[in-house]
């Protein structure tokens, strides 16, 4: 937060509030929404109130993490130095309804799968920089995380079958340079790949871009011997049948690089 601060107010301040309102000037104002959704990251936004004027600005939060809430709700109150709020607005504006849509999107997806089997998880592919608050959105939407690093956990990958030659030499690789307590998951396209990775010592199986009813038998294939893990090109229109396939996860990767920003808005009483 501090230095999305930084990145408006650059080397000076804020010209346009600095010239127009009075240093000790006090005022209110309401969190709202613009149109409906789940809200995710509200407490984190507001630091960039505290950080302007540590201590000056009380916070009312009526509707908190993980609350629906409908167009034109009032979501939090605040009250305080009013060139702090001026000059916050924008980048907590920006950080929150970014963290609102990725929750809001997720929460569509949570509830077309809901009576399967099947949990909503995210990717890597998040803003760099904000990995950590994007992920914990996708929580407060009712889904849940995938990896948060390269460092948790083994995926083999195309490109790096690509590499090591064969599904076998690059999972006995893995398995010999992991430790006991991390989990390897192999990527497969393919009925025939999934054969190939089922007879190594892996935890998981990504199956990549199949559709539902290619979905379908590679669970019937995998038999609970490992999880088994849906990605590639899922969408709103489409989930509910990747879902009714019977795999465990749905792994989408747009819920932190394509979901729309929520539409906010903070409104100043006169």
């Known amino acids: 937060m501090r230095a999305a601060l930084l990145e408006d107010l650059g080397h000076g301040n804020d010209l346009t509030t600095d010239a127009i309102v009075d240093a000790g000037a006090q005022a209110?104002?309401?969190l709202m929404t613009r149109t409906a959704g789940t809200i995710a990251g509200i407490d984190a936004a507001m630091l960039a109130f505290e950080l302007l004027d540590p201590g000056g600005?009380?916070?009312?939060?009526?509707?908190?993490?993980?609350a629906q809430a409908g167009a034109g709700e009032t979501i939090a109150t605040l009250r305080g130095n009013a060139r702090a709020l001026l000059?916050?607005?924008?980048?907590?504006?920006?950080?929150?309804?970014?963290l609102c849509g990725i929750a809001t999107a997720t929460r569509v997806l949570v509830d077309a799968v809901a009576g399967t089997r099947a949990q909503i998880v995210d990717t890597r592919?998040?803003?760099p920089g904000l990995r950590a608050l994007e992920k914990y959105a996708v929580r407060c939407g009712g889904g849940g995380n995938h990896r948060f690093g390269l460092d948790d956990a083994i995926l083999i990958k195309d490109n790096h079958l690509a590499l090591a030659g064969s599904i076998h030499e690059a999972v006995t690789r893995a398995r010999a340079g992991a430790?006991?307590?991390v989990k390897i998951e192999v990527e497969v396209d393919t009925l025939e790949q999934l054969h190939e990775a089922l007879a190594e010592p892996i935890d998981a199986v990504l199956l990549d871009?199949?559709?539902?009813?290619?979905?379908?038998?590679?669970v019937q294939v995998v038999g609970?011997?490992?999880i088994t893990e849906a990605s590639g090109g899922i969408r709103p229109q489409t989930v509910r049948a990747v879902a009714e396939s019977g795999?465990?996860?749905?792994?989408?990767?747009?819920?932190?690089h394509g979901a729309p920003s929520l539409d906010l808005g903070l409104d100043f009483q006169s």
């Open 28 to 30: 209110s104002a309401r």
């Open 57 to 66: 600005v009380r916070v009312e939060i009526l509707h908190g993490d993980g």
């Open 87 to 98: 000059t916050g607005e924008r980048t907590m504006l920006n950080l929150l309804s970014r």
């Open 125 to 127: 592919k998040t803003t």
């Open 179 to 181: 430790g006991h307590m």
């Open 209 to 218: 871009n199949m559709t539902p009813a290619q979905l379908a038998q590679a």
């Open 224 to 226: 609970g011997r490992v």
């Open 247 to 256: 795999v465990d996860l749905i792994s989408v990767g747009w819920l932190t």
